[in-house]
């Protein structure tokens, strides 16, 4: 069994047909499964926005994560009758202490999703 630690991930979903709702779609149902579209900046206080396919997660591993991702994609094709494909999958171990960002504002289509702290 995989170690749990946080996770980052980001992905590419492709998008033939249906532009950007299998993506919206992929995010609302990550988001439902825990993810997060922002985190709080614990030095500064301030919450940093991810880039519009990346999520974070607390308790989780990578694998799980791309598992995840696959399968939300999976469900919009059954539901709409698709054939998307998650094209790249990224996540890797998140430590907090050590990154780099541009912290941006929140998206136009601002989530739901909870701000990780």
């Not at 590419?12 to 922002?38: F, H, P, Q």
């Not at 308790?59 to 994560?65: D, F, H």
């Not at 791309?66 to 998307?84: A, I, Q, W």
């Not at 999958?89 to 136009?108: R, T, V």
Request: hydrophobic share 30%; glycine share 4%; aromatic share 8%.
């Amino acid at each position: 069994m995989e170690n749990i630690y946080n996770v980052i991930l980001t992905y590419d979903i492709s998008r033939a047909g249906s532009g950007d709702t299998v993506n919206a779609y992929v995010k609302s149902r990550m988001i439902e499964l825990g993810y997060a579209d922002r985190f709080i900046n614990n030095e500064t206080d301030k919450t940093v926005y991810l880039p519009n396919t990346t999520l974070i997660k607390e308790k989780t591993n990578c694998s799980t994560a791309r598992e995840e991702v696959r399968n939300c994609v999976e469900e919009f094709n059954k539901k709409h009758s698709t054939l998307h494909e998650a094209e790249r999958i990224f996540a890797l171990k998140f430590d907090a202490s050590s990154w780099s960002a541009i912290q941006g504002e929140p998206h136009k289509s601002e989530s739901l999703a909870p701000t990780i702290k």
